[in-house]
């Protein structure tokens, strides 16, 4: 089992930044490809970000890419989501995530920490 903590959501304005923490526990965070996600009001869950084990290979959604930056610390067992120029459409929950490199899903997840972006 892994447990899973975001934290650093909040409400900032257009154009602003927000850093997200996600503090892993449990089993060795190293052995994980983390991942964020999120949902916005009425929508479906979307893929934000994820990164490998090592934290030296990422991926984003285009809606992201440019503007967030996801890494990891392993010695701290925590995952990032930096957050540049954010937009209204950013205004969602958002959900960290883990899964081991055997899985095809992502397994366990945070409780999710809201992101409020004003226009």
């Known amino acids: 089992q892994v447990q899973l903590v975001e934290s650093g959501g909040g409400l900032v304005q257009a154009g602003g930044s927000l850093t997200l923490s996600c503090a892993a526990s449990?089993?060795?965070?190293?052995?994980?490809?983390m991942g964020w996600f999120r949902q916005a009001p009425g929508k479906e869950r979307e893929f934000v970000a994820s990164?490998?084990?090592?934290?030296?290979?990422?991926w984003y959604a285009d809606s992201v890419r440019g503007r967030f930056t996801i890494s990891r610390d392993i010695a701290k067992n925590t995952v990032y989501l930096q957050m540049n120029s954010l937009k209204p459409e950013d205004t969602a929950v958002y959900y960290c995530?883990?899964?081991?490199?055997?899985?095809?899903?992502?397994?366990?997840w945070g409780q999710g920490t809201q992101v409020t972006v004003s226009s």
């Open positions: 995530a883990a899964r081991s490199t055997t899985a095809n899903k992502y397994e366990f």
């Open positions: 449990g089993r060795t965070f190293s052995g994980y490809y």
């Open positions: 990164i490998n084990r090592n934290g030296d290979r990422t």
